[in-house]
Each structure stands twice: as C-alpha cells, then as structure tokens.
C-alpha cells in the first residue's frame, strides 16, 4: 500500500472522475473536498455562540475570541471554517436564527454562486505617453502597430491602447491632448481591421477619447475611476461597450499620500457594490471589476486584495488584476522596474489562482507561458 498527500489546490472534479467515481458521487464528494474560510466582523456575541454550534453540528467549526461563550462583549470577530457542503447546509440553517445571522447566512449564499473561470486571459499594455512608469510600453503610431501585431502573435487576448499616465503623481493631461496621443494608434488599427482579430480595450475616463475608439471597433472601456462619469456609462450603454470597474482611492496625483483602510477588502468590496448598480441603471450589461492593485494602496492592501480575491467572486463578474511591474515588487525584494517580470508573473499565477479572469501585463509571451504551465499543473 502507498499513501500520496494530495495538493489542496487539485483539480477536485478530474481527480475523481479519474479515480472511477461515478458522477452522482463526484458532484457530492467535490463539495466535501473544498474547504473555504470567512472573516466574521462584529459579529453579535448571540450570534457567534449559536453559528458555533450550529457549524459543530455539522462538522463545520467558528473560531472565536476567549469568553465568547460567557458573552465578555457585545460583539465579536470571528472565523468560519467550513466545506462546500457544509457551507450549503449551514447558510440555509442561519436563514431562521436570530442576532443577525439571517443576514450573514444570505451574504454566505452569494459566495456559494461565485465561479472561478478556467481559463484566464492576458491583457497586453499599449501606451501612447512619454511619462508610464515602464519606459518599455510606451509606443508612437508606427511602434504601437508592430507592437500589437507582436502581442496577438504571442497569445494576447486583449490589447489595451492608453494616452494617459496613471502612475501615482502623474501629470493631468488635457482631453485634446489625449485624443491627440492615441488617435494616430486607434486609426492605424481601424485600418488594418484589428478589431476583428483581437479584443481592443481603450483605456481612459475621457468621454471623447472614448467615443472615437468604441466608433473605430474598440469593445472595452478600462475606467481607472470606476465609471464615476455618467457620460462614460451612457457610451458603454450606448455601444454595448465592457466596461472595467477599477477602485482607486483619489487621484492618480493623490492617491499614495499615505493611503489607509479599516478593511481593504470591505471598502473595495462596497465600491464594486454601489458602481454595479450604477452600471445597471445605466443598463451596461457586461462588466470587468478590477480591485486596482497599487492605485492608492499600501503594499499590505496589495498583497491582502491578491491573496484574498476570492472574495469578490461573489459579486458575479470577471476579475482584472494588473500588477506588472508595479512597485509593490520591489518593496518585497529590491529591484528596479526592468527587473520585475518574475515578480509580476508571481503575482498574478497567484491571483489566477485565486479568481482573476484576466490580468494586464507588459510581458505577453512571458504570461501566457506562464498561464499554459500553471492550467497543466492544476
């Protein structure tokens, strides 16, 4: 007899199906083998003490600070340790229970809806301006063609075309200006019929800017302020546009002056919320939400955002990750931003992992050799 400790990260349903389980018990025994964890805040001490026996009944268990059970405060912290199965059973059973439990039991629910794709995409990095933080990207009309025709060759899915920097104390730059930058780009690509060979994703907040890409065969509008103007949802609504929902805390000329958060994952997590609904109002029926990593952010919100990306799974779009280069990576291990391919590839095979659909890179070829091998491996 041999023994082999499988890897938690297996690809739950093809192991099984490879084992000989008929698929009746494949769908039964998969919910068993995927173990999820919940961050209770200010849980009501009633609560905690009921969810905690409820989870032990079930096998399940909460994890809760010393003297809960003799109720020492009126609320507590806690964690909810629990399997899929588990998760379906307990979330049903708190529907009924007091102390707030009705409402944590439905938040549970949504996490139960939550999918993470199999296949993730790369999103390659175009930019029209003198003043990106990576000198590397940044492309003239005749570059930017050679350019994207290289991205497609090496795998890319989207190309993503800007004329204006966002790197943190960036220079504001007018809306002609802009339009100046990346009209040359957007018209060289119109002619060659670019749009019909890959996705073309504009990234900007300048309404003009906007139009004349989605009139020239662009699909996706990559909004650093989250469409915050309701003249970019009406062209996204006007032209069936994608539209990327970024948080960022300020502004690009703002936004590392000493950034905090009492929870990065809550406040990111209701800036989706209230942008969501905004889109739906302004009825933009595709979305791309992308937690903007360094975009007024501390290097632990940035490695919180990735290791927990899971989390906004639950709110029901794509996720977008764009960590190249950034330097988040040389706060972790010095280096300078031609040095930081590993660290992006890094980075973003673990926010794959953890539930991006798409990740925006300088390094095409790089990422979708990276991709291939990790979708073998999993």
Do not use: W
């Amino acid at each position: 007899m041999q023994v082999e400790k499988l890897s938690s990260s297996l690809h739950v349903n093809k192991t099984l199906k490879d084992l000989g389980v008929d698929s009746g018990g494949v769908s039964i025994l998969a919910s068993k083998m995927k173990l999820h964890f919940f961050y209770i805040r200010a849980l009501h001490v009633g609560g905690a003490n009921i969810l905690k026996q409820d989870a032990l009944s079930i096998g399940a268990d909460l994890a809760v600070p010393r003297g809960t059970v003799l109720a020492l405060t009126s609320h507590v912290d806690a964690i909810l340790i629990v399997n899929t199965k588990q998760l379906k059973i307990l979330s049903k059973k708190e529907l009924s229970q007091p102390f707030g439990l009705r409402e944590l039991a439905l938040e549970l629910q949504s996490f139960l809806k939550s999918h993470i794709s199999k296949k993730a995409k790369v999103m390659g990095v175009i930019n029209a301006n003198d003043d990106s933080f990576y000198r590397q990207s940044r492309f003239k009309e005749r570059e930017a063609l050679h350019v994207s025709y290289k991205m497609l060759e090496d795998g890319a899915d989207i190309i993503d075309i800007g004329g204006v920097s966002s790197r943190p104390g960036s220079l504001h730059v007018s809306k002609t200006e802009e339009l100046e930058r990346v009209k040359p780009i957007i018209d060289s690509l119109y002619e060659q019929k670019f749009h019909d060979k890959i996705t073309l994703s504009i990234d900007s907040y300048t309404p003009t800017v906007i139009r004349y890409a989605l009139d020239r065969g662009f699909g996706i509008v990559n909004d650093i302020t989250g469409l915050s103007d309701d003249n970019v949802c009406k062209l996204c609504s006007q032209y069936g546009a994608t539209a990327v929902i970024m948080h960022m805390k300020g502004t690009p000329q703002t936004m590392q002056d000493s950034p905090s958060y009492d929870s990065v994952i809550s406040e990111v997590s209701d800036f989706f919320t209230q942008r969501v609904q905004k889109a739906k109002e302004f009825n933009i029926q595709n979305l791309i939400l992308d937690v903007g990593v360094g975009f007024g952010k501390r290097l632990e919100d940035n490695i919180m955002l990735i290791s927990q990306l899971e989390h906004f799974l639950k709110i029901g779009y794509p996720l977008l990750v764009g960590a190249s280069r950034k330097s988040m990576i040389d706060a972790i291990s010095s280096s300078s931003v031609d040095e930081r391919l590993g660290g992006s590839i890094a980075l973003h095979v673990k926010a794959i992992q953890n539930g991006a659909e798409i990740v925006r890179v300088h390094d095409v070829k790089e990422h979708v050799q990276a991709i291939k091998v990790l979708e073998a491996l999993q």
